[in-house]
């Protein structure tokens, strides 16, 4: 009844740039954060960044490079990666904590978009 779809992963080179995107569609009556996770093969996944009520949070790692962002209006949320380094290459994963027309509070998860920074 809700779907997360990601757009926007590719190849590119150390210090380019790539712009995810995630749009949340179905039966959607509220959604609190929406946000990035990514998983690199041998490692756990880890957060990104998020937005809650307009403020973004990062991880150290990539704060200063990357830049989350959402548009309410149309239930997506972006993340702008400038300044790739390999170290960037992962599966990334776009979340949103969503209440639906039910009234029922959950977690929804994107299948996924690959990232890959190499030369």
């Known amino acids: 009844q809700v779907q997360l779809v990601e757009s926007g992963g590719g190849l590119v080179q150390p210090g380019g740039s790539l712009r995810l995107s995630c749009v949340a569609s179905g039966s959607i009556f509220r959604i609190d954060n929406m946000g990035w996770y990514r998983q690199a093969p041998g490692k756990e996944r880890e957060l990104v960044a998020r937005v809650t009520g307009g403020i973004g949070n990062y991880a150290d790692s990539v704060r200063g490079r990357f830049t989350i962002s959402r548009d309410n209006a149309k239930n997506t949320v972006y993340l702008q990666m400038n300044s790739l380094k390999p170290e960037d290459t992962a599966v990334y994963y776009c979340?949103?904590?969503?209440?639906?027309?039910?009234?029922?509070?959950?977690?929804?998860w994107g299948q996924g978009t690959q990232v890959t920074v190499s030369s």
């Open positions: 979340f949103a904590n969503i209440i639906t027309f039910m009234r029922q509070s959950n977690a929804y």
